[in-house]
Structure formats: structure tokens, C-alpha cells
């Protein structure tokens, strides 16, 4: 499925997304857990940013300042009423470039809607883009391979390079692991926190 498919879809489901998910606790515990690690406050990078929320509210109380990029305009947008201090992009990840450096990268399920061959090339984009120090948490299924599911009325796109191949991917581009867990065993979802010596 195409990144400009993908964001047609969130398009129609953006403003029950925000109702159902400004308020959440899901992957605070773990975000917060990745936030502690960071050594310094400065630019965050949210990659699937959606309405915002959770992770932009915890962000700010850590002195951050974030950029949030979506596929989704319609989540930009509403991103951009939820938190108007804050920069948020109507953009595809897989082609968007920046000379912007981050302290902070957070990819939470939104990776795992790429296609199966670009996920490589975002995730060493995104290690790429940390400064020194810098630390990158992101989610991906524990197995490699792609699929469909029907979900809120509408059929989406899934895939993962599996477990071995994304820690492989993170060492090749010079970070060190730092925590990785199924968090939602026995889910298949994973996160993992590398930083950028």
C-alpha cells in the first residue's frame, strides 16, 4: 500500500483517532521510559504524529520542541489546532528531507504501515537525523513478512522486517540498543529504544 493511500484512509477515521487516543495512557509507560533516557531537552521528531496528544503533552514537559510529520492531512491538521506552538508536516516519510538534527525520535505504529521494502531506508533516515546522544523509539511487529486486516470499516497494510533485522539495522547505523520488549505479549508488537553515541 502506498504512504498517499495510507493517508486517504487515516483521513476518514483522523477525528474519531483524536477522540479516542488524546487522553490515552497506551505506550506512555514506555515512552516515558525512552524520554528518561534522553540526555538533553531540544528537538524532537514525532514520525506518524497523527492529532497529537500523549506523546507531544509528555514531549513538552520535558522541554522539547517538536516537529510532527503524517501522511494523513486531515491528522495534521488536527495536530496543528491541538498543539499550534508546534510545527506538524502533511508528508510522506519515505521522500521527506531535512536538514534538521533531533535529540529525540519517536516512530510509534506507523513504520509498520510502510511498504516492506522501504523500511530499511526510513530507519537508517531516522538514525541519521539524531544528534549526538540522541535517542530513537520506535514499534515494528516481531515478525518479518507483510499483511492485510480489516480495521475500523476499512482494509490496512502491515509489514515488519522482523526482530533480528531492525536490531541489525540499528547497530549498522552506529546506535546502541538500549532496551527492546513485546510489550503486548502475545501480540506481535514490539518497541525498541537505541541511542547515538
Same mark, same amino acid.
Given at each position: 500500500m502506498e504512504p498517499s493511500e495510507l493517508g486517504s484512509k487515516y483521513d476518514k477515521i483522523a477525528q474519531w483517532w483524536h477522540e479516542q487516543h488524546f487522553e490515552s495512557c497506551y505506550g506512555v509507560r514506555q515512552f516515558e521510559q525512552a524520554v528518561a533516557l534522553s540526555a538533553k531537552a531540544g528537538k524532537a521528531l514525532d514520525v506518524g504524529c497523527g492529532a497529537g496528544g500523549r506523546f507531544v503533552r509528555i514531549l513538552e514537559q520535558?522541554?522539547?520542541? !517538536?516537529?510532527?510529520?503524517?501522511v494523513s492531512k486531515n491528522m495534521v491538521e488536527l495536530a496543528?489546532?491541538?498543539?499550534p506552538e508546534h510545527k506538524f508536516i502533511h508528508h510522506d516519510i519515505c521522500t521527506w528531507q531535512t536538514e534538521e538534527r533531533f535529540d529525540f525520535i519517536v516512530a510509534w505504529d506507523s513504520i509498520f504501515h510502510l511498504p516492506?521494502?522501504?523500511?530499511?531506508?526510513v530507519v537508517s533516515k531516522l538514525c541519521q537525523l539524531l544528534t549526538k546522544g540522541g535517542i530513537l523509539i520506535y514499534t515494528f511487529g516481531n515478525a518479518q513478512g507483510e499483511h492485510r486486516d480489516h480495521w475500523?470499516?476499512?482494509?490496512?497494510?502491515y509489514s515488519? !522486517?522482523?526482530i533480528n533485522n531492525n536490531l541489525?539495522?540499528?547497530i549498522d547505523n552506529g546506535l546502541s540498543v538500549l532496551h527492546l520488549e513485546l510489550d503486548q505479549y502475545p501480540q506481535t508488537h514490539v518497541y525498541t529504544v537505541a541511542c547515538k553515541p
Open positions: 520535558h522541554g522539547f520542541t !517538536i516537529t510532527g510529520v503524517d496543528g489546532k491541538n498543539h516492506l521494502t522501504r523500511q530499511k531506508t475500523c470499516g476499512d482494509t490496512f497494510y515488519s !522486517i522482523g541489525q539495522l540499528l
